[in-house]
């Protein structure tokens, strides 16, 4: 391999990024020196950087164009895929996981047909700018609160900052009475760190507002990638579904996410799969200026697919109770002509049916 001459801020970067590498994690050395490690030469290859050690005459390769802090010392060997297949009828979850946390709202209806957020599921919510997807989803969680005080409920918000929400509060008092993490006030501090501490103490219903903004604080404050980031945080998720908490809560989260210009949901396939259900907040093109939520998808089932509500109240979102039983009432004559027509359709066959019989006969 051909020694070549590197330019002392190559050489920098790669003795910083082999500094913070497993390998050197793996042996104690002279911190006088940088990184700690005797380097006996440095060699360019291709895309690499190879070092050779003193420590023990082997070379190691340092990706130079890799964002990682990771050196391949030799091919991992792949870990045997196990398959676990599961009988339902084995598991046993404790009681709490299907008791509905609800409003007392027509809101409830959307979350699940027999009405109100079950612990441990997770829902998206996103829709058009301005739609009102804070104020919806905050109160949300005041409602809930309000019909019962002994849920705990968070609003991590990744948008606002405290001046922002005490201004809001002017207007709904309700979310005054919310605990609250602005990410904002931890622009210094490694973000995943503060999160974790803050979903480890327990809580029945989070709302993350938004899922990309915190996100990508998590990536700005811990060096992940894009994709690590959101898996951190899927997993995060995940772990506080099944209750692994100071408290022992199986944690619901609603999630404020973004769309792209087209209005598809922004996120990967494993952050849909672990969606328990989605709601759209979206204007009507039929009544301007009117606000409706509407279900996408819901494994949990839902007695109303679309519910139209106002912000115009100073003191909570309102629910238009009358179009909703309205539509449920034209719904409700639609399946019984459509039942007279079935019936109508299966008399005309029987006499069909007959008088066909009758001219054979004949």
């Not at 190559?10 to 490690?37: C, N, V, W």
């Not at 995943?192 to 899922?211: A, C, H, M, P, R």
């Not at 006499?351 to 066909?356: D, E």
């Amino acid at each position: 391999m051909k020694q070549i001459n590197l330019s002392e801020t190559m050489i920098k970067k790669a003795k910083l990024r082999l500094e913070s590498s497993p390998y050197a994690k793996q042996f104690k050395f002279d911190q006088t020196h940088s990184p700690g490690l005797i380097v006996k030469g440095l060699f360019k290859s291709e895309k690499d950087l190879v070092l050779l050690s003193t420590k023990d005459n082997r070379y190691y390769i340092l990706p130079i164009n890799s964002t990682t802090s990771t050196i391949q010392t030799k091919p991992e060997k792949k870990p045997e895929l196990k398959i676990n297949l599961i009988k339902i009828s084995d598991l046993d979850y404790d009681d709490r996981i299907f008791i509905p946390m609800k409003t007392g709202q027509a809101i409830d209806y959307m979350f699940s047909s027999e009405g109100g957020i079950y612990p441990a599921t997770n829902y998206m919510v996103i829709g058009d700018p301005g739609i009102g997807k804070s104020t919806q989803t905050l109160d949300i969680l005041a409602q809930i609160t309000k019909l019962d005080p002994t849920k705990k409920v968070l609003f991590i918000s990744g948008e606002m900052n405290q001046i922002d929400m005490y201004g809001y509060v002017k207007r709904y008092p309700a979310f005054g009475q919310i605990p609250t993490l602005f990410l904002c006030d931890y622009l210094d501090d490694n973000q995943k760190e503060v999160i974790e501490q803050t979903f480890n103490q327990g809580w029945d219903l989070i709302l993350i507002d938004s899922f990309i903004e915190v996100q990508e604080s998590v990536q700005a404050s811990t060096g992940m990638t894009r994709t690590q980031a959101e898996k951190w945080m899927i997993d995060q998720m995940v772990h506080n579904n099944k209750g692994h908490n100071k408290d022992n809560r199986f944690t619901s989260f609603l999630a404020i996410q973004q769309v792209t210009k087209g209005g598809n949901f922004v996120g990967s396939n494993k952050l849909k799969h672990n969606t328990t259900g989605m709601i759209e907040l979206r204007y009507s093109s039929e009544f301007s200026g009117d606000r409706y939520a509407k279900v996408t998808k819901n494994r949990r089932g839902f007695k109303y697919e679309k519910i139209f509500f106002s912000l115009d109240n100073t003191e909570y979102v309102e629910y238009d109770q009358k179009r909703i039983d309205r539509d449920e009432e034209i719904k409700h004559r639609l399946e019984k002509e459509k039942q007279l027509l079935l019936s109508d359709e299966e008399k005309f066959n029987r006499i069909f049916g007959l008088n066909a019989q009758l001219e054979t006969v004949e």
